[in-house]
């Protein structure tokens, strides 16, 4: 769709500046491993984009801002159980990130009290797609019993 190609020109407008600059050295032998690069086809290539915004207050009819507090834990504690339920429903998903994200908002003609937080591609696997083998810590590691 239009707007798939839209966002993903911009994603990978903003991806061009950060493989080019905005990362450190550091931060580009680190991802090495996943064989990324600024090009994003996905974006274009799924079905569906799920686009998340964090809303920081609310405006009422009188245009009174209203704070809301807890944003960032409310709004990542639920992109979590929406992962779990994608994969559940046998679909595949990845988050994507590109910074800044303010294109997101201009494209899809969101209010000025949402933020972007999170963008994910969903859908089945390309064929002969290749997803990282990552550990998890083991519970020890990561636990302290008082």
Not at 94 to 99: E, F, K, Q
Not at 126 to 133: M, S
Request: aromatic share 12%.
């Amino acid at each position: 769709s239009n707007v798939k190609r839209q966002i993903r020109e911009s994603a990978e407008q903003e991806e061009k500046l950060f493989y080019k600059g905005r990362a450190s050295e550091e931060w580009l032998k680190d991802l090495e491993p996943f064989g990324t690069n600024w090009q994003k086809p996905f974006l274009e290539d799924a079905p569906w984009l799920i686009v998340v915004f964090r809303k920081n207050f609310d405006v009422s009819d009188k245009g009174e801002k209203a704070k809301n507090y807890y944003v960032q834990e409310s709004v990542g504690i639920a992109c979590g159980f929406l992962i779990a339920a994608i994969h559940l429903a046998g679909l595949c998903t990845l988050t994507h990130t590109p910074s800044p994200m303010g294109f997101l908002s201009e494209i899809l003609g969101r209010p000025k009290n949402e933020k972007p937080f999170l963008l994910l591609p969903v859908g089945y696997p390309k064929e002969g797609a290749r997803v990282p083998d990552i550990s998890k810590k083991e519970f020890k590691e990561i636990t302290d019993f008082i």
